[in-house]
């Protein structure tokens, strides 16, 4: 089985970055694929950024142009690094990894952007 634990959440002014953390129990060397999700109250979870075989970067037109997702190997850990926050953004953010053919997912982290 694979944990994973999402951190960095909290409250952000707008117009503020964020930095979150998706850390694994299992080295990272054959992963598959892995994403950020978000789901605000009331809403379906979505897609933020991807990272899919090949190593193609895919982003939602929303964050597009001001996020990052870097990954540390070493750390077993996957980054999501967003700029010019907005209220809209405000979110539980998830983390999913996919290992060949089982999927998981972390428990979620809260972001809010508020004055």
């Known amino acids: 089985q694979v944990q994973l634990v999402e951190s960095g959440g909290g409250v952000v002014q707008p117009g503020g970055s964020l930095r979150l953390s998706c850390a694994a129990t299992r080295n990272m060397f054959d992963i598959h694929s892995e994403a950020w999700y978000r789901q605000a109250p009331g809403r379906v979870r979505e897609l933020v950024a991807a990272i899919t075989p090949g190593d193609n970067i895919n982003h939602v037109d929303a964050v597009k142009g001001r996020l990052t997702i870097p990954r540390d190997i070493a750390k077993n850990t996957l980054y999501l690094q967003m700029s010019a926050l907005k209220p809209e953004d405000t979110a539980v953010y998830f983390c999913?990894?996919?290992?060949?053919?089982?999927?998981?997912w972390g428990r979620g982290t809260r972001v809010t952007v508020s004055s």
């Open positions: 999913d990894f996919h290992y060949g053919p089982n999927n998981y």
